[in-house]
């Protein structure tokens, strides 16, 4: 073993051996992998070893499909087989939601040029004839799916891996790790010391024990999982014999199993409600090929269903029952990328689905580590989506609900109550004794919306217009005609100070930084010129003769956002960052009474000319000290107050009693998104995400490229030179009960012509075959289904995506934004557009200016 290395690679399962492999193909050569027995030794070895591209996250689809494309090139550079068999599979529904959620992911697959098609359930046995089609409504069929030899495809990664000059060092385990001042880690080993530049955490089941070495709690744990084997079954055998076909795989969202051929038989896998985590506080070092002891019993409920609806299966002989541990994380998606807070180590764990997801996460993560950029739209699976309340007992309870939800749908409006509540403001009480219904905001209880008096303050899960649509419009309009407060602790906050902080935010941010008591909107690009923020930043008073500045954003980006600010600090110190987090919350006021309101509670003047919109001060309301700023979300008249949270039940109980003569109401999240979407407003990580640059996101007038010489400036100057290929437009929705969700296909008249925006699809799969043999394509027989299957329909064409939308209530008016061709983008013709909305395309027209106050006077008079 050499005692020098680039970057050093921790465990050897497949997440482990696809980064090593991918690190040497980007030119890195000087790396290494250690594992601490075998290869395999973790949760690979007894994975069922299934595979497919569909994921919530269509960007996580993206590498999940790039994963599947990958096995071919491994095979051939290592001359490893991965036993691939390319059979495709269903998703099985059995009732109109679950059908409604299969039109939803068969429109995502649209425009990431999957090939899905929405099939009837005879279609669906006539490929699988061990199921009872009559407990099924509809399916989805997917070409890419299927499974192969977890084992034999970890070793083609490493001996890929090894041909490019990766070194593999097996039989060593790490027992420390610690950083030296010039940032090189020591890597403490059985065998003895590493020097890295890089370290990557591919711990799997001992990843959580390898984030401990650095001090970090990673939000992982391992769960208990079970598949069982049957015996040859005469039923496959002739089946195969006859068709010259495998069977295909069938996930079945009732039974919350997934079942294939595997050999002459085949296996059933369960994520039962009853689940069970595994060693829930450490991983014993000493774990290793081994398996836990089957409980048939808790996954029975799932068996009896499974045998319902899959009867050719009963009556098969269990061959065996395989129960072994996999590491999830609270959302079920991998952690990936850089820990904010240190230097160069990495993580790539919690990648339960590691056969789908692991070529694409070794893909992503070789990108961060080598160029400084993924390349790709990661958030879904960033280390820096969960904060410091996801704690130890918290991911614990996470995991399990997602565990017991895998095959679950989630409704757009569904929150989900396990660790909740984990971070309440000091009005907690006072919002759940106003009738509100709380939602999660990055670990945070935040009011969405309020129930009337009477009724019981819960939401009616749906993909349609739900018990929340009257009371939202209520909120909306009574804010619109006179004055609303909501609660906005949920926003993040940041101080920035020291000699050099207006140099310092100059080099980061997009506009021009602000005078003293004023504010500014601005975007923050990477290095690619892709945007990677949207703040409010205004300049307070300095203090000890220091710059001083106040910045707020987005809840979720906090670390994301920290990691970035951390990394572009001085070494010299001078420059300090806050991160106020639940130290600072906030109330917002808007509507044309809101000055009126405020006026009554504060002892100076606020009057048009004397605290002008964008406008920041430092001011005492109710009698508590706050900083104000004049600018709301809603974009009308209004204010966003800020303060300790010893003061937040002083000025919110200040606000109402002010506001009573005023005709004030409390309103909610929803309402707030529902009003930004009248002022064509974006949001962040919908609208504003890394993979778009700030003019096709439409932020043109807070792009200063003339101001100085910060990160992205050459290359947003390129996209305004060359023009924007893509644009984020506003929509008006022809909707009927459904509203746009986000990921929806963008349809457009257009003829022939091909505006080279939609990805083809990706051309490795497996066509579907009737009971005798013959292929069946294009049927697309399901009850329903309006939309043709694929991205092309005479003259329409997909040519884009909405990224978010709802029902604009002032306005009545259903909305969508998304992005489109950049020659389509202003063109409000009637007819050019429709929006896939649950299977059926309606009608959809560019509204280019806001329907809501277009002109920006009430939020500026």
């Known amino acids: 073993m050499k005692s020098h290395a680039k970057a050093v690679v921790i465990g050897g399962g497949v997440v482990g051996c696809s980064v090593l492999y991918h690190l040497a193909k980007s030119g890195w050569t000087d790396i290494m992998l250690i594992e601490r027995s075998e290869l395999t030794s973790g949760s690979s070895w007894h994975a069922a070893g299934g595979f497919h591209t569909l994921n919530g996250d269509p960007n996580v689809a993206k590498l999940q499909a790039y994963t599947v494309q990958l096995y071919k090139e491994i095979e051939e550079i290592s001359g490893q087989s991965c036993s691939l068999h390319l059979t495709g599979g269903v998703m099985m529904a059995d009732t109109p939601e679950r059908m409604d959620f299969l039109r939803l992911a068969h429109a995502k697959g649209r425009y990431l040029g999957m090939d899905t098609e929405l099939i009837t359930p005879s279609e669906a046995k006539a490929m699988f004839p061990l199921m009872d089609e009559t407990n099924f409504v509809g399916a989805m069929w997917d070409p890419v799916e299927g499974h192969l030899d977890p084992s034999g495809t970890t070793h083609a990664y490493a001996k890929a891996a090894r041909k490019l000059g990766a070194e593999i060092v097996l039989r060593n385990r790490v027992v420390e790790l610690t950083q030296e001042v010039d940032g090189t880690w020591n890597v403490v080993t059985e065998q003895g010391t590493v020097k890295a530049e890089h370290v990557v955490n591919c711990g799997g089941l001992w990843a959580r024990e390898i984030g401990r070495m650095v001090g970090v709690e990673l939000p992982v744990l391992a769960m208990e999982h079970m598949y069982l084997l049957t015996e040859p079954m005469p039923e496959v055998e002739e089946f195969n014999k006859s068709t010259g076909r495998e069977m295909i795989g069938v996930l079945d969202f009732k039974g919350e199993i997934y079942t294939r051929q595997e050999r002459n038989g085949i296996l059933l896998g369960t994520y039962e409600k009853a689940c069970k985590p595994w060693s829930p506080v450490s991983t014993p070092w000493d774990f290793g090929h081994e398996l836990l002891q089957p409980d048939i019993d808790r996954i029975a409920p799932s068996l009896e269903i499974g045998f319902k609806h899959f009867p050719g299966i009963e009556k098969a002989g269990i061959k065996q029952i395989i129960n072994g541990p996999f590491t999830f994380a609270l959302d079920g998606n991998p952690l990936v990328g850089p820990v904010q807070g240190l230097t160069n180590f990495w993580c790539a764990c919690a990648v339960m689905a590691g056969f789908s997801?692991?070529?694409?996460?070794?893909?992503?993560?070789?990108?961060?580590?080598?160029?400084?950029?993924?390349?790709?739209?990661?958030?879904?699976?960033?280390?820096?989506?969960?904060?410091?309340?996801?704690?130890?007992?918290?991911?614990?309870?996470?995991?399990?609900?997602?565990?017991?939800?895998?095959?679950?749908?989630?409704?757009?409006?569904?929150?989900?109550?396990?660790?909740?509540?984990?971070?309440?403001?000091?009005?907690?009480?006072?919002?759940?004794?106003?009738?509100?219904?709380?939602?999660?905001?990055?670990?945070?209880?935040?009011?969405?919306?309020?129930?009337?008096?009477?009724?019981?303050?819960?939401?009616?899960?749906?993909?349609?217009?739900?018990?929340?649509?009257?009371?939202?419009?209520?909120?909306?309009?009574?804010?619109?005609?006179?004055?609303?407060?909501?609660?906005?602790?949920?926003?993040?906050?940041?101080?920035?100070?020291?000699?050099?902080?207006?140099?310092?935010?100059?080099?980061?941010?997009?506009?021009?930084?602000?005078?003293?008591?004023?504010?500014?909107?601005?975007?923050?690009?990477?290095?690619?010129?892709?945007?990677?923020?949207?703040?409010?930043?205004?300049?307070?008073?300095?203090?000890?003769?220091?710059?001083?500045?106040?910045?707020?954003?987005?809840?979720?980006?906090?670390?994301?956002?920290?990691?970035?600010?951390?990394?572009?600090?001085?070494?010299?110190?001078?420059?300090?960052?806050?991160?106020?987090?639940?130290?600072?919350?906030?109330?917002?006021?808007?509507?044309?009474?809101?000055?009126?309101?405020?006026?009554?509670?504060v002892d100076v003047d606020i009057s048009t000319t004397a605290f002008r919109f964008m406008d920041f001060r430092e001011m005492a309301v109710?009698?508590?000290?706050?900083?104000?700023?004049?600018?709301?979300?809603?974009?009308?008249?209004?204010?966003?107050?800020?303060?300790?949270?010893?003061?937040?039940?002083?000025?919110?109980?200040?606000?109402?009693?002010?506001?009573?003569?005023?005709?004030?109401?409390?309103?909610?999240?929803?309402?707030?998104?529902?009003?930004?979407?009248?002022?064509?407003?974006?949001?962040?990580?919908?609208?504003?995400?890394?993979?778009?640059?700030?003019?096709?996101?439409?932020?043109?007038?807070?792009?200063?490229?003339?101001?100085?010489?910060?990160?992205?400036?050459?290359?947003?100057?390129?996209?305004?030179?060359?023009?924007?290929?893509?644009?984020?437009?506003?929509?008006?929705?022809?909707?009927?009960?459904?509203?746009?969700?986000?990921?929806?296909?963008?349809?457009?008249?257009?003829?022939?012509?091909?505006?080279?925006?939609?990805?083809?699809?990706?051309?490795?799969?497996?066509?579907?075959?009737?009971?005798?043999?013959?292929?069946?394509?294009?049927?697309?027989?399901?009850?329903?289904?309006?939309?043709?299957?694929?991205?092309?329909?005479?003259?329409?064409?997909?040519?884009g995506w909405v990224t978010s939308g709802g029902y604009a209530h002032y306005v009545e008016k259903s909305m969508a934004q998304g992005y489109v061709p950049a020659a389509l983008a202003e063109n409000e013709s009637a007819g050019l557009f429709e929006i896939e909305i649950l299977g059926h395309r309606r009608p959809a027209r560019v509204n280019v200016e806001p329907p809501f106050d277009p002109s920006g006077e009430k939020m500026r008079t």
């Open 622 to 799: 109710g009698g508590a000290p706050c900083m104000v700023n004049r600018i709301t979300y809603t974009g009308d008249l209004g204010y966003e107050i800020w303060m300790a949270p010893a003061y937040q039940r002083l000025v919110y109980k200040a606000i109402k009693e002010a506001g009573e003569e005023f005709g004030l109401v409390d309103f909610g999240m929803r309402a707030l998104l529902s009003m930004r979407l009248e002022k064509n407003f974006p949001t962040w990580f919908r609208e504003l995400r890394p993979i778009y640059g700030p003019f096709e996101g439409s932020m043109d007038r807070f792009i200063k490229l003339e101001k100085n010489d910060f990160i992205g400036r050459e290359a947003a100057a390129k996209e305004q030179a060359e023009g924007p290929k893509l644009r984020r437009v506003s929509f008006i929705v022809d909707a009927a009960d459904a509203d746009v969700m986000g990921d929806e296909p963008i349809w457009a008249k257009v003829g022939g012509k091909d505006y080279g925006t939609v990805e083809k699809p990706h051309g490795y799969g497996a066509p579907r075959f009737d009971a005798g043999g013959k292929e069946v394509r294009g049927s697309n027989a399901a009850e329903g289904a309006s939309a043709v299957r694929g991205i092309v329909d005479g003259d329409w064409r997909v040519v």
């Open 357 to 601: 997801q692991g070529g694409g996460v070794g893909l992503a993560l070789s990108n961060w580590m080598v160029h400084g950029d993924p390349g790709f739209d990661v958030w879904g699976m960033d280390v820096a989506r969960f904060g410091e309340w996801a704690t130890l007992r918290y991911t614990n309870a996470k995991v399990r609900e997602n565990y017991s939800r895998r095959f679950s749908i989630r409704f757009p409006n569904e929150e989900l109550p396990a660790a909740r509540p984990a971070q309440t403001t000091p009005l907690y009480d006072t919002m759940i004794a106003n009738n509100a219904v709380m939602g999660d905001s990055w670990g945070l209880e935040t009011p969405l919306w309020f129930a009337p008096r009477g009724s019981e303050p819960k939401d009616v899960v749906s993909f349609h217009r739900s018990n929340d649509f009257g009371p939202i419009g209520e909120e909306v309009r009574a804010t619109r005609e006179k004055v609303g407060v909501t609660e906005i602790a949920n926003f993040a906050k940041y101080e920035v100070s020291g000699p050099g902080a207006e140099d310092f935010l100059n080099r980061l941010m997009t506009n021009r930084m602000p005078k003293t008591g004023r504010i500014v909107l601005t975007p923050m690009l990477n290095e690619f010129g892709r945007l990677i923020g949207d703040f409010t930043i205004a300049k307070a008073s300095p203090r000890g003769g220091e710059e001083r500045f106040m910045i707020w954003g987005s809840s979720a980006a906090q670390k994301y956002h920290t990691r970035w600010f951390e990394k572009h600090l001085p070494k010299d110190g001078s420059i300090r960052i806050h991160r106020f987090d639940q130290t600072l919350v906030g109330l917002s006021i808007a509507g044309p009474k809101s000055r009126d309101l405020l006026q009554k509670l």
